[in-house]
């Protein structure tokens, strides 16, 4: 069974930091696009970051330029989500998808699907 499986997500107080990892597990990253989204509360999804299956291509929401990073370990099949300097509206349910070779322009066009992660950002 092909599943994207999502971790690392926490309470944390504003300024601090988190680091997600999205697993896969019957089907290997390498040649898969990754990319994080969050959904918050009464908000559509929002498209927070991706990483090309080379790891050579990578793109941020302007929200989180300059604080969140994304990273793959191939070795590990995981693809990781530094997230620093966390504030209030940085919470959401935080998912990762994949999608063949490059970061697609829509979400839509992400083949599979993690379950997700809760990140709460309070003091």
């Known amino acids: 069974q092909l599943q994207l499986v999502e971790s690392g997500g926490g309470l944390v107080q504003p300024g601090g930091s988190l680091r997600l990892s999205c697993a896969a597990s019957?089907?290997?990253?390498?040649?898969?696009?990754i990319g994080w989204f969050r959904q918050a509360p009464g908000k559509n999804r929002e498209g927070v970051s991706c990483i090309s299956s080379s790891g050579g291509s990578t793109r941020y929401a302007d929200s989180v330029k300059g604080r969140f990073t994304i990273s793959r370990d191939n070795a590990k099949n995981t693809v990781y989500l530094q997230m620093n300097s966390l504030q209030p509206e940085d919470t959401a349910v935080y998912y990762c998808?994949?999608?063949?070779?490059?970061?697609?322009?829509?979400?839509?066009?992400?083949?599979?699907w993690g379950q997700g992660t809760q990140v709460t950002v309070s003091s």
């Open positions: 998808a994949a999608h063949t070779r490059v970061c697609p322009v829509y979400a839509l066009q992400y083949n599979y």
């Open positions: 019957g089907f290997t990253l390498d040649y898969y696009a």
